[in-house]
């Protein structure tokens, strides 16, 4: 690989195996039973579970379990749940408000709820229900129906029918329930014997509507006693300014009212977290691959989410399985690369061959930056050597040389970052980036590898680790298997209208970095056109005039371009529109350029595609 001047050699990495695997994968489902527990969940399972049993004569009531995506909710509840089937005189039931919508989940609730009651219990209840002089004459012929061979199902479906069939019977809803629950639960001065424990999980991954009505469901018509609730969900994806912000203040008083207590899931410590990717890497065979640093990366990173470190760990396996690249590779290639990719998502674009020419060997300028930073922040001289090496890095980006007298220092490194890409003052002060780096330089055979990644290897389609609401398209150049897939690489399902009308004018003299993205916007409903440079952009624009321009910023000779074509547009009145620079490099001096053009620049694939559709909406936000 080559960089300005040789560094020092990494500390030595942890050797890889000859012949690495066998490999597996991980699922992800919830943990079920004890043995399974990789994060010693089990203890606070135990507790909740016992406090739950002893709390039977304050229900009813709710108990959130609270905690963000992929940090063990669901696995905690079935644990819980495990640990109460011990127990006698408790029953439990689950339900998904995942699989209802709308007004639905609140019939779909109050049924499993009643599913668990003997089938005495509900005869007896319907009979009641019959009886009663303030429902509708109709429900009168339920007796018959009743009387027939009806199991717990079609009880139960009569019985809904009879609470629901209008506002007067929905007003005697819950004491209908009460004296059901209370006949289950053998009550005996409200002191219930029997103890019927609700799980409610996915929540936060409702719809509004379907959140309202659960929360109706469990404080209006389930309020009763014999009854807890244990629902996962992430409170503040349920908080006015989160998934439900359209609500008024009454309704969020009463979501207020709907949780008594809440548990929050701790994040696991560093040495949980750190025993349990070692646990994911014995499992799925990469155990030697990971040395103590890729596994503090690892876990930091991921900001010690469980589900974020199996899907990696899953990446990889599916990656050194299925990608023939990596044969001429060591297995320790595939991690760091894939931690690159993971955990700094704009630098591995840019060391992935990002539209646009110019990019160049972007870890070598990383590591370039590094030692003139060091030099231009040393209050002592500068040696000879070290000036020639410093002022060739300025020459390359476009700045004068200087003779680095102490005063003027600051000023030269201010400038030079300015031309560099954004993120790197930040990284630089990065251990965990610059020791990936480090390492995947001093893997064997880094130059091919960097190389490889820069031109694109020819990928079969990937295998995308769940499903996800895009069609997946071949991967970009350098995409890894078993991440996540990037929305710029797809276009939304059932879109073909979604840019129906949309008609974008593609300003870029290396066309085919952005096959992807143009075929996935064609396969939306968009018209896209090419232009290769700024005399077929200005034809273009002649015949009619687009619903947003697409454009790079180097091209050809000239480094800036695409600024000025835009900026002549502009000042010629010629075109006024959205625009949207494309570019592998987004420096801070090009933030400054593109802003004053009125344009918005970026380098994510995700964010284009986001603002491509806000444009086709006419909402696309200003600069900035």
């Not at 009663?132 to 018959?144: D, G, H, I």
Request: hydrophobic share 40%.
């Amino acid at each position: 690989m080559s960089a300005s001047a040789p560094l020092p050699p990494a500390a030595p990495l942890l050797a890889a195996p000859s012949s690495p695997g066998p490999f597996a994968l991980l699922n992800d489902e919830p943990v079920v039973e004890s043995g399974a527990d990789l994060l010693g969940a089990g203890r606070a399972a135990r507790r909740l579970a016992g406090l739950l049993v002893a709390s039977r004569d304050s229900t009813p009531f709710t108990l959130a379990v609270d905690a963000g995506w992929g940090m063990g909710k669901s696995s905690l509840m079935r644990l819980v749940d495990a640990e109460l089937a011990q127990a006698p005189e408790v029953h439990t039931v689950w339900y998904n408000a995942w699989t209802s919508t709308g007004a639905d989940a609140l019939e779909g609730l109050i049924k499993s709820v009643l599913m668990r009651f003997d089938r005495r219990v509900l005869r007896r209840g319907l009979q009641r229900i019959s009886e009663r002089r303030a429902l509708l004459r109709a429900v009168r012929s339920v007796l018959t129906v009743a009387a027939g061979p009806l199991g717990v199902a079609g009880l139960v479906d009569e019985l809904w029918r009879s609470l629901s069939v209008n506002s007067q019977a929905r007003n005697e809803m819950r004491g209908a329930i009460g004296e059901l629950v209370q006949e289950w639960s053998q009550t005996d001065d409200f002191r219930p014997r029997r103890l019927l424990v609700v799980f409610i999980d996915d929540l936060d991954r409702c719809s509004e509507e379907t959140v309202l009505a659960v929360c109706e469901a469990v404080k209006v018509y389930l309020d009763v006693p014999g009854l807890e609730f244990v629902i996962g969900c992430d409170r503040s994806a349920l908080a006015p300014n989160g998934l439900l912000r359209d609500l008024s203040p009454a309704a969020s008083a009463f979501m207020e009212k709907i949780f008594q207590t809440s548990y929050r899931i701790p994040v696991p410590d560093q040495r949980g977290v750190r025993e349990y990717i070692d646990r994911c890497a014995r499992a799925v065979g990469i155990d030697q691959l990971l040395d103590e640093r890729l596994t503090t990366l690892l876990a930091e990173r991921s900001a010690r989410n469980p589900r974020r470190i199996k899907r990696l760990v899953n990446g990889f396996v599916l990656e050194a399985t299925l990608n023939p690249m990596w044969e001429d590779f060591p297995p320790e290639a595939v991690v760091r690369t894939l931690l690159l990719q993971y955990f700094y998502p704009d630098f591995y674009r840019m060391v992935a061959g990002a539209p646009g020419p110019g990019v160049g060997d972007v870890i070598a300028e990383f590591r370039t930056y590094q030692q003139v930073r060091r030099l231009l922040r040393t209050p002592q001289s500068v040696p000879e050597a070290e000036l020639h090496r410093v002022n060739r890095f300025l020459r390359e980006h476009d700045l004068p040389e200087q003779n680095l007298s102490t005063a003027a220092r600051g000023e030269t490194l201010s400038r030079l970052e300015r031309q560099l890409p954004s993120g790197f003052p930040e990284m630089v002060s990065d251990q965990e980036f610059t020791s990936l780096i480090e390492g995947l330089v001093a893997l064997p055979r880094s130059d091919e590898l960097l190389r490889r990644l820069r031109e694109g290897a020819s990928l079969p389609a990937p295998v995308p680790p769940e499903p996800a609401p895009y069609v997946q398209a071949r991967p970009p150049q350098g995409q890894l298997y078993g991440t996540v897939p990037p929305a710029w690489t797809a276009a939304p399902r059932a879109a073909d209208q979604v840019l129906h009308g949309v008609h974008i004018l593609w300003v870029d003299d290396h066309p085919r970095n952005n096959e992807t993205l143009v075929n996935a916007f064609r396969a939306a409903g968009a018209v896209v056109r090419i232009a290769e440079d700024s005399q077929a952009a200005d034809a273009a624009l002649a015949v009619g005039t687009p619903t947003m321009v697409v454009s790079d910023i180097d091209r050809g000779t000239n480094p800036r371009e695409g600024l000025e074509h835009i900026g002549r547009l502009r000042r010629e009145g010629r075109y006024t529109g959205p625009v949207v620079f494309y570019a592998g490099r987004v420096t801070p001096e090009r933030i400054a350029l593109t802003q004053q053009l009125g344009a918005h620049l970026t380098s994510s694939g995700p964010e284009i595609e986001r603002l491509v559709l806000r444009a086709a909406e006419g909402q696309l936000p200003p600069p900035g």
